[in-house]
């Protein structure tokens, strides 16, 4: 039977919507609410928030993160910033602008009333983190700064240095240890979830493996919360953390949670290019560098003067002349084609000419260097520690790489998966930022997420639980689980293969790379379907993870991780090819204008892809939920 | 490059370490330190042997995850730089290197280089939040910050949470940490309600795991977000303030 993707999202006018949707939502009451346990897993943005938030209300949560303190999930490395509609430049914002830009940067393939809701909230979030103490940037009368970022026009990006993911993690993280010490978080560090368990069609639990002793363990709940990010390391080479992974949110999507969209992924447009083939992860460098820096490469691809030899008359400023509007500061996914087609035709810089010029000295000589110091200082810095280059004397070489990603496990209004009782948060939802998110829109969805959607929207859910125990532990159905974990950790043990982990993730992230990239074609996404699967079959009979599972053991984490990151990347392969058009981050080469942007369809494709699980070895079924766009007018999205 | 590595192996909390010698013959001077530990391992999996475990995740330098001594100097010779961010090109071609975790008794090994730092985030739930449960604040706005407080509270607020300043220090004292974390919240206006009461109880949790402050200042040099000792005098104002002050009358101006 297909799977209903029914988005349960309010009806009526959109202004009104979440007030009345939280109208019409159950209550738990207070003395009902510690009868509750809820399991969150991860400590990012929206776990943490989402976690503090419900034990403060009362509720009995337990928090899982596979690092050794919650402060080190991944949003702490987001630099740039938060958006919200604050309106406090007095330049034209407002919830309904916000609500637009984000929809219309999503290349309409969100669900509006979550994008609404996401704006609207957005308010409140920096409230909140002023609150809890997040040093945001201040102006020198004390009040709040903005920038404009992204491809914004309006400036509406709140922001902490270069740091700006790190303070507001910190604040979740400090709220979410507040809770800790009164009891009503217990913390469980160390520790990864490695199955979700259901009973009679909902979500009961999880099983987890300690990092450092190995043992499997289940822990039951009455709600189950992923909050565990995203998957660009199917790429290997991304700027996600090393121990970013899609596990969680595959083993939920095993146990009968649509998949949704995962071929939108994003591909950033200025990190810094590979150096050589022992490279492990790539460093971004904030969009907010764009607001000042130029982005250009020699017109002539022979041309091996270092930068500042070449004069202006020789230099091809390639974003401001294909869009002159907005420059620059195109979004992302135009950002990063464009810097593609320079290199791809021979335009790169660089040893390997594999990048193109990100060149402060026009901002330097128009701001002087004070100005540019104190915006980018700390970016220059970390550049500067990375290649051995000074931004202040050399241009910056930049090229895209694996970001983030839109899409994730599919949840309807209330964030709910269609598992009952399992929830998706932040990044491992299929998210409010259709086929492309635009700067500073991540932060803002983990803390809507975590701090203002899901405090009510699972209330609504638990108010129906009344008076049931949450199964228990020694319940068949998690003795199960837990030996099916058991097994795979010693099958994994017994390969005694040849090659290491790494070795098959590097191969998987090549593949991926080359057809499932920045631009798709058919001939590409199909060699990868068939290529795919024969390496997935090469890895499980021939990987090497060497020592036991009673300590901690590297090796072990990885290759459960990696072997899920093949099935992921077949099925990211297949939904790039049955969506025959080009969309924000899935460009597909057969789809484009003239002048080479993305031709949407939206005849056939103004839907959410939400693939159900058939079995180990089975194609995925396809099922659409399909959008709607009453108050963004579907148009061709120009920047020129 | 050519380089020598003396690595600290130990398989558990319990067993006794020793140093394996490794010589690595073909290093990029592009490579990363931990990119240079990535081909060891890969080696030593080739070799048939465990790999050397160490922690590390964002490899961008803010997630504090990593950090090794590495010839006995917290996140290595790179002033201002994680292990992470520390790149081969700081050595010499035929440099011996020795790479050891985290020396503080606050941190036991775990594992190889692996130590386990739950004290630090003990220290934080003493005390190290304001309270100010989801809902109900006010407009971001309506207290104006000025420049230079929300300046040194981001200064202090910069602080990863890696641990060199501990396995810095002579002492394994937590001071920096510590007050790091206490002046991110004490500067600020919308922290002034908690701050005796935090600034004891967080004081007070950190004698309990970490040894005693004698100003030799390495966690200073170690830090490798360069947080400033500074804030350990704030932190040690704020403690005999907070010892001596009448709670009841802290809201006064002019108590």
Redesign the interface.
């Known amino acids: 039977m297909a799977l209903q993707l029914d988005a349960k999202a309010p009806t009526g006018p959109i202004q009104d919507a979440w007030d009345k949707h939280r109208f019409d939502m159950k209550l738990v009451n207070p003395n009902n609410k510690r009868k509750f346990e809820i399991l969150v897993v991860g400590s990012g943005l929206a776990g943490a928030?989402g976690a503090?938030?419900l034990a403060?209300l009362g509720y009995k949560v337990k928090v899982f993160t596979f690092?050794?303190?919650?402060?080190?999930?991944?949003s702490?490395?987001a630099q740039g910033g938060i958006n919200a509609a604050?309106n406090?430049k007095n330049d034209g914002d407002s919830v309904f602008r916000l609500f637009y830009d984000t929809v219309k940067g999503g290349d309409f393939r969100a669900r509006e009333a979550n994008v609404y809701r996401l704006a609207q909230v957005s308010v409140?979030i920096?409230?909140?983190?002023?609150?809890?103490?997040v040093?945001?940037?201040?102006?020198?009368?004390?009040?709040?700064d903005n920038r404009s970022f992204g491809g914004a026009q309006v400036s509406r990006t709140f922001y902490?240095?270069g740091?700006t993911g790190?303070?507001l993690l910190?604040g979740a993280?400090?709220?979410l240890?507040?809770q800790?010490?009164k009891g009503t978080v217990e913390?469980f560090?160390k520790t990864e979830m490695l199955d979700v368990v259901t009973k009679d069609g909902r979500a009961c639990g999880i099983v987890t493996r300690n990092l450092?002793t190995g043992s499997i363990e289940a822990h039951s709940g009455h709600a189950v919360l992923l909050c565990t990010g995203g998957y660009s390391n199917v790429f290997y080479l991304s700027t996600n953390?090393?121990?970013c992974n899609v596990t969680a949110a595959w083993r939920a999507h095993r146990k009968g949670a649509a998949f949704a969209n995962p071929c939108y992924t994003q591909i950033h447009p200025t990190c810094i290019p590979a150096?050589?083939e022992?490279?492990?992860?790539l460093?971004?460098m904030s969009e907010s560098l764009r607001n000042d820096g130029r982005i250009w490469v020699p017109q002539n691809p022979d041309d091996t003067r270092p930068a500042h030899q070449i004069p202006e008359g020789e230099r091809d400023y390639f974003l401001e002349r294909r869009y002159p509007a907005f420059g620059n500061l195109v979004p992302r996914d135009i950002a990063s084609r464009a810097a593609k087609r320079e290199v791809d035709t021979g335009h790169g810089v660089g040893p390997l000419k594999n990048g193109v010029y990100l060149d402060f000295g026009e901002a330097i000589e128009r701001l002087g260097a004070d100005i540019v110091k104190d915006r980018y200082d700390n970016l220059f810095?970390?550049y500067d520690?990375?290649t051995?280059e000074s931004p202040y004397r050399t241009p910056m070489r930049i090229y895209p790489a694996p970001h983030y990603t839109m899409g994730g496990l599919w949840v309807d209004y209330n964030l709910m998966t269609t598992v009952p009782g399992l929830y998706a948060l932040g990044e491992a939802n299929f998210s409010d930022h259709g086929a492309n998110r635009l700067g500073a829109s991540a932060l803002m969805q983990g803390l809507a997420d975590g701090?203002?959607v899901i405090?009510y929207t699972v209330g609504d859910y638990l108010s129906g639980l009344l008076g049931q125990p949450a199964v228990p532990v020694n319940d068949p159905v998690f003795h199960e689980a837990q030996a099916e974990v058991t097994g795979e950790v010693n099958r994994w043990l017994s390969v005694r293969g040849t090659h290491?982990v790494?070795?098959y993730h590097r191969e998987l992230g090549k593949l991926m790379w080359d057809y499932c990239g920045m631009a798709r074609n058919q001939a590409g996404l199909e060699k990868a379907l068939s290529e795919i699967p024969a390496l997935r079959e090469e890895f499980r009979k021939d990987v090497?993870v060497?020592?036991t599972g009673e300590?901690?053991?590297?090796?072990l984490e990885k290759v459960a991780r990696v072997d899920d990151f093949f099935e992921l990347g077949e099925l990211m392969c297949r939904d790039a090819l049955h969506r025959e058009e080009s969309c924000g981050g899935h460009f597909r080469e057969e789809h484009q204008t003239e002048e080479g942007e993305a031709r949407r369809d939206d005849e056939h494709f103004a839907y959410a892809a939400g693939w159900e699980w058939k079995g180990p070895g089975q194609p995925q079924d396809l099922n659409r939920e399909p959008l709607e766009f009453e108050y963004v007018h579907l148009t061709q999205r120009s920047y020129k | 490059m050519r380089v020598t590595l003396k690595v600290w192996r130990q398989?558990?909390p319990t067993t006794a370490g020793r140093f394996d010698t490794h010589q690595l013959d073909d290093i990029?001077a592009?490579?990363?330190f931990?990119?240079m530990l990535?081909?060891l391992?890969?080696r030593l999996?080739?070799a048939?042997?465990?790999?050397v475990?160490f922690?590390?995740?964002?490899?961008?330098?803010?997630?504090?995850?990593c950090g090794l001594m590495i010839n006995g100097r917290a996140h290595g010779p790179?002033k201002?730089?994680a292990t992470c961010?520390l790149?081969m090109?700081k050595f010499r071609d035929g440099d011996e290197i020795v790479i050891e975790p985290w020396r503080a008794a606050a941190f036991p090994v775990?594992?190889?280089l692996?130590v386990?730092?739950?004290p630090?985030?003990a220290v934080?739930?003493?005390g190290?939040?304001?309270?100010?449960?989801?809902?109900g604040?006010?407009?971001?706005?309506l207290?104006?910050?000025?420049?230079a407080v929300?300046?040194a509270?981001?200064d202090a607020?910069?602080c990863?949470?890696c641990g060199a300043c501990v396995a810095a220090c002579p002492n394994g004292a937590g001071q920096l940490f510590t007050s790091a974390k206490l002046q991110?919240?004490n500067l600020?206006p919308?922290?002034q309600a908690q701050r005796l009461d935090r600034t004891v109880d967080m004081v007070e949790t950190m004698e309990a795991f970490f040894g005693s402050c004698t100003n030799y200042g390495e966690c200073q040099e170690a830090c490798p977000k360069e947080i400033s000792i500074d804030f350990i005098a704030y932190m040690n104002r704020d403690y005999v303030k907070a010892k001596m002050r009448n709670r009841k009358l802290v809201g006064q101006r002019f108590p």
């Open positions: 928030a503090a938030s403060q690092h050794d303190s919650p402060r080190r999930a991944h702490i490395a604050k406090y409140e920096i409230d909140q983190c002023v609150a809890q103490g040093p945001f940037a201040r102006e020198y009368g004390g009040l709040l902490a240095r740091q790190q303070q910190l993280y400090q709220a240890m507040e800790v010490a913390l560090p450092q953390a090393m121990n150096s050589d022992f490279q492990s992860k460093t971004l810095e970390m520690r990375i051995d701090y203002f405090p290491s790494d070795h090497r060497l020592g300590t901690i053991n590297q090796s | 398989e558990g990029s592009e490579m990363s931990l990119e990535d081909v391992n890969e999996i080739t048939g042997e465990e790999p475990a922690d590390s995740d964002c490899r961008e330098g803010i997630c504090g995850t790179a201002a730089t961010q790149h090109r775990v594992r190889d692996v386990d730092r739950a630090l985030d934080i739930e003493a190290g939040y304001i309270s100010a449960d989801t809902g604040a006010p407009d971001g706005n207290i104006p910050v000025p420049k929300a300046d509270a981001m607020a910069a990863i949470g991110h919240l600020l919308q922290g």
